[in-house]
């Protein structure tokens, strides 16, 4: 039961990251006006602001994946995955505020699977030892 945890957990870290990585590409690397074709909120804030949510997705990816795959301070990576939930959970009332509702699919989705990568790693955590 445990390996099949670990082997779910890494399924939905490793689809949580490389999406989370392609997000951050985009925002930091396209130009605005090539981004608003994709995501239309990007032609109405600020450049700075659109580039900041590229970094924060960036990082949300490294830490879901990084601190597990090295075994190195592995409890940073359900930490990453709630900052992960706290994002979508922003980025949902960013598009209710906005009147875009029904964009928030993909939000409720990549949120649920990081609050699963959180909970189960955290539960799977190794206990230090006394």
């Known amino acids: ?3 099949t945890m670990h082997i779910l957990l890494w399924i939905a870290q490793i689809l ?7 997000a951050a590409y985009a ?10 074709a994709m995501w239309p ?12 949510t590229g970094v924060i997705d960036l990082l949300g990816a490294l830490g879901v994946l990084l601190p597990t795959l090295f ?9 990453a995955a709630t900052g992960i939930v706290l994002l979508m959970i ?3 009332v960013f598009h209710i505020c906005r009147g875009e509702a029904s964009q928030i699919g993909f939000n409720i989705i990549f949120g649920v699977i990081a609050a699963f ?13 006394k």
């Open 117 to 129: 990568v959180a909970y189960g790693r955290f539960k799977l955590a190794p206990t230090p030892s």
């Open 41 to 52: 909120w990007t032609g109405s804030v600020s450049p700075a602001f659109v580039r900041l």
């Open 71 to 79: 075994r190195f301070k592995p409890i940073l990576t359900p930490i």
């Open 16 to 22: 949580l990251g490389l999406t989370l990585i392609w």
């Open 1 to 3: 039961m445990k390996k």
């Open 27 to 36: 925002k930091l690397a396209q130009p605005i006006d090539q981004l608003e």
């Open 90 to 92: 922003s980025a949902s």
